[in-house]
Nanobody, 122 residues
Framework: VQLQASGGGLVQAGGSLRLSCAASGHTFTSRDDMAWFRQAPGKEREFVAASSWTGGTYADSVRGRFTISRDNAKNTLYLQMNTLKPEDTAVYYC?????????????????WGQGTQVTVSS
């Protein structure tokens, strides 16, 4: 199973970006848990958002600004990020695990993308 994350870049505070995560080797369905995590320099990897058949769940720091979605026909996960702040700067990783509900603990995920850099300037 491979996850390919893309869509990162440099954006000014208040701007928007959409991250994509294309999966291959496994067809992820709504019965599977897919998530976004991020890691800033010198910090632990932290949960951002997750999606499963139970719905979506978000970290408090991004709720109302970020939206996770998935296109099962394209086997792709998305993260729409609006009203970006400098503290959102990090490498963003997509992750997945089969037949599971949303989980905020990155240790439980089986599959990981390579990460995409998001930099928000003030």
């Amino acid at each position: 199973v491979q996850l390919q994350a893309s869509g990162g870049g440099l954006v000014q505070a208040g701007g928007s970006l959409r991250l994509s995560c294309a999966a291959s080797g496994h067809t992820f369905t709504s019965r599977d848990d897919m998530a976004w995590f991020r890691q800033a320099p010198g910090k632990e990897r932290e949960f951002v958002a997750a999606s499963s058949w139970t719905g979506g769940t978000y970290a408090d720091s991004v709720r109302g600004r970020f939206t996770i979605s998935r296109d099962n026909a394209k086997n792709t996960l998305y993260l729409q990020m609006n009203t970006l702040k400098p503290e959102d700067t990090a490498v963003y990783y997509c992750a997945g695990r089969a037949l599971a509900v949303c989980n905020r603990d990155h240790h439980v995920y089986d599959y990981w993308g390579q990460g995409t850099q998001v930099t928000v300037s003030s």
